[in-house]
């Protein structure tokens, strides 16, 4: 393209303006993918046009490069694809019960359709509106259990204060209503939605998940909680196939080669390895837990799946596609 090189300027003078704390050169590299050699004249490009150009963090390495705020603002444009994708975004939420998110994202969209300039934003609303008559959400089968009013407002409050909270949790299974004190980490959603949290009760003492639709009341105490450092939500969700946690253990599966073509596009886990083998087959690996959770979507792939590893996963399997059978 003729212009790319002033593209990828524009690209990176609104990122280096979008943080506070600057970002170094591998930062850019990460971001952009250009090479070290383009991501040095560029940035000495940016220094001529642009004086204000500074290092965040003087008199330390690696140096770390920013635009003051307001230095591109004049330049900043939407279109009608951005803001598609937004509106795209909010519908998401809302088909998956997400209302709080649904919410804060149209928000945004109104704040950012209020500083598009008046002329910018007429010419743009035929593309705009045929764009969203061109997206579509496919149905998602499964649970679409609510949240209670004020839940999400009040467990988002303590997690950034790191206040204890006490959940009213009614039980699905027997409807019994507790009351327990947790230290609030995080979210993880999925067909179900789920608080994690460290459990206080002294016959537990771990982290443990709460559906988020069965909190009936969330009181956000003022005891203070001091978030543990080695705890990452992310590593924590990948100890799992699905959501139920259990000890992580090493799984096969091969895929047939007729199946292969779907398999291969699929992310079954984020550490999942796959081994094109000379049939055409696909051999999958990973480690993580939740035998019954991969026995129900091993079930979908009907007899184009074989479960190599481990026995216990492979058996249960075979249970369950025998019962099917009945």
């Not at 939500?233 to 096969?252: H, N, T």
Request: hydrophobic fraction near 40%; proline fraction near 6%; include cysteine.
């Amino acid at each position: 393209m003729r212009f790319e090189g002033a593209l990828d300027l524009l690209r990176l003078a609104f990122a280096l303006q979008g943080t506070g704390e600057g970002l170094t050169l591998d930062d850019i590299e990460g971001r952009f993918g250009w090479q070290r050699r383009k991501i040095e004249r560029m940035r000495n490009a940016l220094e001529m046009l642009f004086p204000q150009l500074e290092q965040a963090n003087l008199g330390e390495r690696p140096k770390r490069w920013r635009l003051p705020p307001g230095v591109m603002n004049n330049m900043v444009a939407f279109t009608a694809e951005e803001l598609t994708a937004l509106k795209s975004a909010e519908a998401l939420f809302k088909r998956d019960k997400r209302d709080d998110q649904a919410e804060v994202l149209g928000t945004l969209l109104s704040k950012i359709r209020a500083l598009a300039k008046p002329e910018a934003m007429r010419r743009m609303e035929p593309d705009y509106e045929a764009l969203l008559e061109a997206e579509g959400l496919a149905m998602r089968p499964g649970p679409k259990p609510g949240v209670k009013d004020g839940v999400l407002l009040n467990l988002r409050e303590a997690i950034l204060a790191c206040r204890k909270v006490r959940l009213h949790y009614r039980a699905r299974t027997t409807g019994s209503l507790s009351r327990q004190m947790v230290c609030p980490y995080g979210f993880l959603y999925g067909n179900r939605h789920y608080l994690v949290a460290y459990s206080m009760n002294p016959k537990i003492r771990d982290y443990r998940l709460f559906s988020l639709s069965n909190i009936e009341k969330v009181d956000v105490t003022e005891w203070p909680f001091e978030r543990r450092e080695e705890f990452s939500l992310q590593a924590f969700a990948e100890q799992s196939f699905g959501v139920f946690q259990e000890e992580p253990f090493d799984v096969v599966w091969k895929f047939s080669p007729e199946a292969t073509p779907d398999a291969r596009e699929f992310m079954f886990h984020p550490t999942q390895t796959m081994e094109e083998q000379p049939d055409g087959s696909l051999v999958v690996r990973f480690r993580a837990g939740g035998a019954l959770e991969m026995c129900w979507h091993l079930f979908t792939w009907g007899d184009e799946v074989e479960v190599l590893e481990p026995k216990t996963l492979r058996k249960n399997f075979q249970q369950l596609v025998k019962k099917a059978q009945k």
